[in-house]
């Protein structure tokens, strides 16, 4: 899947709104445990069967966002809704 990257950094994705849905889709197929933890600021936390952790939250600036840590340790990976 593609993605735009405008004014993104390198950790954060632009995606469209069907991609966007598309990927919320896929994740809440997997049947992911909600997480009641207050994590990734004013959204809900889940985790996948393999351990992997994500948020979806609302942000003030960039609306609807994915958000999860990322593998190398630098941050979280974020996909904002365009």
């Not at 997997?30 to 393999?50: A, I, S, V």
Request: contains cysteine; glycine residues 8%.
């Amino acid at each position: 899947m593609e993605f735009t990257k405008k004014g993104a950094d390198e950790n954060t994705t632009t995606a469209s709104k069907q991609q966007f849905e598309e990927i919320i889709a896929k994740l809440m197929a997997m049947n992911p445990e909600k997480l009641e933890r207050p994590t990734y600021q004013k959204g809900q936390c889940y985790r996948l069967p393999d351990g992997s952790e994500f948020g979806i939250r609302e942000s003030e600036e960039h609306g609807l966002t994915l958000e999860t840590p990322n593998p190398a340790g630098t941050g979280n990976i974020k996909v904002h809704q365009k």
